[in-house]
Nanobody
């Protein structure tokens, strides 16, 4: 059993900053990638940022220069620093991790419960 626990969402004014954090715990052999997705009402869930174990970091174009993703590999934690937030960044943000529970496990995606980010004046 793997759990992803998120924290850090909330309400912020345009131009403000928020930091999201997510920690994976439970039966973990390895974590190959951790990242953040978001889903706004009426829209599909989209990738925001991803950090692999290589390490390779990916950010969607609309957040480049404003968001930063970092990982603590020893603690199985991923942090998303969001600056210069815009109303269009408002969404439920979900933590995602690709986790192997055992050495023989093929690995699978796990999701956090989601945290609301609202950017509004």
């Amino acid at each position: 059993q793997v759990q992803l626990v998120e924290s850090g969402g909330g309400l912020v004014q345009p131009g403000g900053s928020l930091t999201l954090s997510c920690t994976a715990s439970g039966s973990i052999f390895s974590v190959s990638a951790m990242g953040w997705y978001r889903q706004a009402p009426g829209k599909q869930r989209e990738l925001v940022a991803l950090a692999t174990s290589d390490p390779i970091k990916t950010l969607r174009d609309s957040v480049k220069g404003r968001f930063r993703i970092s990982r603590d590999y020893a603690k199985n934690t991923v942090v998303l620093e969001m600056n210069s937030l815009k109303p269009e960044d408002s969404a439920v943000y979900y933590c995602n991790a690709i986790v192997k529970a055992t050495a023989e496990d093929g690995g699978g995606p796990y999701w956090g419960q989601g945290t609301q980010v609202t950017v509004s004046s």
